[in-house]
């Protein structure tokens, strides 16, 4: 089993900016992909912001310029540094990992339990 643990949203002034982190633990070989998404109510979730293990990174093109995603692999960690925050930005954040388990070596996907960003005007 492997739990998300997310933290970092909260309320904050356009323009400003909040930093995520979502840290993973339990039964975990390698951390394959880690990942930010975002969902509005009645929407799928989409993607904001992906990197691989090896440090490639993928955007969503209305994040760019904006957002930086990071992960230290040591601690099975990503993070999300997000300025210049707009109020469209408002949702609620989850972090993804496909990890291969230990000590079978199986693939999963697994989801934190979200978190809400709130941007003000």
């Known amino acids: 089993q492997v739990q998300l643990v997310e933290s970092g949203g909260g309320l904050v002034q356009a323009g400003g900016s909040l930093r995520l982190s979502c840290a993973a633990s339990?039964?975990?070989?390698?951390?394959?992909?880690m990942g930010w998404y975002r969902q509005d109510p009645g929407k799928q979730r989409e993607l904001v912001a992906g990197?691989?293990?090896?440090?490639?990174?993928t955007y969503s093109d209305s994040v760019k310029g904006r957002f930086t995603i990071s992960r230290d692999n040591a601690k099975n960690t990503v993070y999300l540094q997000m300025n210049s925050l707009k109020p469209e930005d408002t949702t609620v954040y989850y972090c993804?990992?496909?990890?291969?388990?230990?000590?079978?070596?199986?693939?999963?996907?697994?989801w934190g339990q979200g978190t809400q960003v709130t941007v003000s005007s």
């Open positions: 993804k990992a496909i990890v291969t388990t230990s000590p079978r070596p199986y693939e999963y996907q697994y």
């Open positions: 339990g039964s975990i070989f390698s951390i394959n992909f």
């Open positions: 990197i691989s293990r090896g440090g490639s990174t």
